[in-house]
């Protein structure tokens, strides 16, 4: 598999490895477990420590998304790094909260189910206790996804400095090219072949097609840099191309859904949707 193959299906790449993770991971801790009171005179059934170990990991990769919209919003940077780190480490507490309760919640469904009872133990020693464990996993993800953004910059050979964008020759304020670094190299990306911005922390990442160019900007930094006539915020992690788009599909909860004629699909949240009709009747 190429990695032009891997990031035309990032997204299902990226959800597909995640599942195969958590079942590894299940199977793992179960085994562990398993084997810890095998030679020992234990009242728990085998079938007792793969609900513990499975509803313990299920509710983890469900909150997971919860991790990502907190980085997207307090992202870690250099100049940042104090502040959000800061809140990152109080955030563990409401996360840990929310694993404990669904955790424990799924325990109690399927034992009545199963005909007995869970008992969770003392809530305080007992929350403590996996409070311990969700702090090591809370720091391991947000970790994990740094890692996994650095190295998929790597594998498409872009550089981690700033790019050296310049100053246009004759000043011109909405540049028609990007400069990007790649395998050490530079070159320009025409700014009419960008068909929709995503951010990622520190970057924004340009898809051309298939193709996709993180850039170090900020989405509204890069935003006054682009031709309101042929580029239109949809959210906050969104920008697209006007001549992109090619269906607007309208949600029951006031938000809308954008149907890109490369068959993306782009959220639009309700603070941007009457930008977006204003920027389509003027084009």
Not at 47 to 67: A, D, N, Q, R, Y
Not at 89 to 106: F, G, K, R
Request: glycine share 6%.
């Amino acid at each position: 598999m190429t990695v032009q193959m891997y990031l035309a299906r990032r997204r299902q790449f990226e959800i597909g490895l995640c599942i195969l993770f958590l079942f590894v991971l299940w199977l793992v801790q179960f085994t562990v477990v398993y084997l810890e009171h095998l030679g020992a005179e234990s009242r728990f059934k085998p079938w007792e420590f793969l609900v513990w170990e499975g509803t313990s990991i299920l509710v983890v990769g469900l909150l997971f998304p919860l991790i990502l919209i907190w980085d997207r919003r307090f992202p870690l940077s250099k100049e940042t790094l104090a502040r959000h780190l800061f809140i990152h480490l109080l955030l563990t507490l409401p996360w840990s909260l929310l694993h404990v309760v669904a955790m424990v919640a799924l325990r109690t469904a399927i034992y009545y189910l199963e005909g007995g009872s869970y008992n969770f133990g003392h809530w305080g020693i007992e929350f403590f206790y996996e409070y311990l464990k969700d702090f090591r996993t809370y720091g391991f993800l947000l970790g994990a996804v740094y890692l996994y953004r650095f190295l998929l910059r790597r594998i498409q050979g872009e550089s981690l400095e700033p790019p050296d964008e310049g100053r246009p020759k004759d000043s011109i304020e909405r540049p028609e090219r990007l400069l990007i670094k790649k395998l050490g190299k530079e070159f320009l990306v025409n700014v009419r072949d960008i068909e929709w911005v995503e951010a990622a922390g520190n970057y924004v990442n340009l898809h051309l097609g298939e193709r996709i160019y993180p850039l170090r900007d900020t989405m509204a930094k890069l935003l006054e840099r682009l031709d309101p006539d042929d580029f239109v915020r949809v959210h906050r992690s969104y920008i697209v191309r006007l001549d992109s788009i090619a269906e607007i599909v309208p949600l029951e909860s006031g938000d809308a859904r954008i149907c890109l004629k490369g068959g993306q699909q782009i959220p639009v949240s309700r603070r941007y949707r009457d930008l977006l009709r204003t920027q389509l009747r003027s084009a």
